[in-house]
C-alpha cells in the first residue's frame, strides 16, 4: 500500500521598501471588501528548491524585481505541506500580478508601525486578543502569554522589530 503524495501549498508575501513607503502585495477577497494577501500556486518539481519553483511560477520579467526569498515557516498537517515564505522586492512599480496592488505595510499591520510611539493597537486591540486565545491553550498557556509579552513588547519588553517573522506565527 503506497501513501498518498503529499500536497504542497506555498505563501508568498511580498514586501517592497522604498525611502518613502514599505508597501506590502495584497488582492481582495471574493466581497471585495478585505485586503488579504495573494496566494501563489506553484508546483514544486523533485529536482527543485522552493525558491527555484517561485521564480519559475512568476516568470523572469518579474523574478528580476525578486531581490531576496526567505522561507519563514512549514507546518504538515494531513498530508498537506504549507510553507510560507517572504520576498523582497526592488521596484514595486514593475512588479505587477494580476487583481492586485501594493498597499502601505502599516495601514495593514498598524501593530508593526513603532515610528513615532507604541501604537494603541497594540494594547487595546491585539494583545486582550492574543492573550485570550493563549488562555485556551491548555498545556501551553505558560509558554504562549511568555511569548507574546515578549514579541508584542508588553510588561516593559522592547519592541523588536527583528521579531516580524516571530509575530507572523502568532
Not at 528548491?49 to 528580476?64: F, S, Y
Not at 500580478?97 to 502601505?104: H, I, Q, R
Not at 505595510?105 to 494594547?123: G, I, N, Q, Y
Request: glycine share 2%; hydrophobic share 40%; proline share 6%.
Amino acid at each position: 500500500m503506497t501513501n498518498p503524495p503529499h500536497i504542497i501549498d506555498v505563501r508568498l508575501s511580498l514586501v517592497s521598501c522604498t525611502p518613502q513607503a514599505t508597501r506590502v502585495l495584497t488582492t481582495l477577497d471574493a466581497s471585495n471588501r478585505i485586503r488579504k494577501l495573494p496566494e501563489l500556486a506553484c508546483e514544486i518539481r523533485p529536482d527543485e528548491t522552493v525558491e527555484q519553483a517561485i521564480r519559475r511560477a512568476l516568470g523572469p520579467n518579474l523574478c528580476q524585481h525578486l531581490t531576496h526569498i526567505e522561507q519563514i515557516e512549514t507546518r504538515s498537517e494531513n498530508q498537506k505541506l504549507t510553507i510560507h515564505v517572504l520576498g523582497l522586492v526592488s521596484d514595486y512599480s514593475q512588479f505587477r500580478l494580476a487583481a492586485t496592488d501594493w498597499w502601505p505595510l502599516f495601514e495593514l499591520f498598524p501593530w508593526e508601525d513603532w515610528r513615532k510611539a507604541a501604537p494603541t493597537a497594540v494594547s487595546q486591540i491585539l494583545l486582550p486578543s492574543l492573550y485570550r486565545w493563549a488562555q485556551q491553550q491548555s498545556g501551553r498557556r505558560k509558554r504562549h502569554k511568555t511569548a507574546i509579552a515578549l514579541l508584542f513588547a508588553d510588561n516593559n519588553q522592547p519592541w523588536a522589530c527583528e521579531n516580524l517573522a516571530a509575530r507572523y506565527v502568532y
